[in-house]
């Protein structure tokens, strides 16, 4: 790997770990915020939310689990239009790109595995309104296929990241691209699993283990599409190169910390 490629990969994967735990702490402050407002008591952690409101109803139930997962999608779709009307290269530009789809896997990837993990925030939904096991499978199938029209066409927007080289011959500069690409998605994937996971051990759930793992794949769409498109990467070379790699180190270790703090929980 080029030194150009390695220090691409470092901000990329900082950038897209922080997106992620943003993403998870954002969801759980969703059911905390809810629970706070209907009475409760909730206590954050990192990767779940003991509400501790005491005699809960079936409703109460009902806007809490959806809190999270409603506010992810929110995030998703906001994110994702500011992505799509930016032509921006930047290390904040590739950041919101990484919010949006993140907040948008996290929505669609509980409607996809509600069928299957009834204690999920969407599974605990299905169970509430009494959801058919054929309404929740069609469901979950559904979002499968908008969730891989969505981060498909996403390819094109992290093209706008990769560095392109004057001069270069049409192979080369097909292999510079794929090589950004991986910068930008597998590498940071590769990474952002492994810190993640550490930092959220011990894991609460299994689910906790296998979402950051496997949530992200869909990605691969958004890695296919941008080979499968004509440009060779950005016209001008994206300011992403020029951030000074402490910059998305530093973002990273302080969210790091208060994800890692919130272990224990905070009382609300």
Known sequence: MQARDQGLVLKAACLYTTAFLLTLLLHELGHALMSWALGGAPVLHN????SRTPNMSDRASLLIAL?????????????????????????????????????????????MTSPF????????????????????VLAAVLAAAVLVVIIRSTGDWFLRFVPTIEGQAAKEAFLTKRRA???LIFWPWVVGSIVITVLSWPLPTVLSIIYPIMSPLVLGSA????????????????????????????ALLVLATVYRALQGGVAL
């Open 67 to 111: 809190a999270g997962p409603v506010l992810s999608l929110v995030q998703g779709i906001l994110f994702l239009l500011l992505a799509r009307g930016s032509r921006s290269g930047s290390s904040r530009a590739l950041f919101g790109l990484y919010l949006g789809v993140f907040g948008v896997i996290n929505f669609l990837g509980y409607v």
């Open 181 to 183: 690409m991986q910068a």
């Open 223 to 250: 890695f296919g599409q941008a080979l499968r498109n004509p440009s060779f990467g950005a016209a001008e070379t994206p300011s992403l190169v020029r951030t000074p790699a402490w910059v998305p180190v530093v």
């Open 117 to 136: 993990v009834p204690y999920g925030d969407l599974g605990q939904v299905m169970t509430l309104l009494h959801m058919p096991t054929w309404g929740a």
């Open 47 to 50: 990767s779940y939310v003991d």
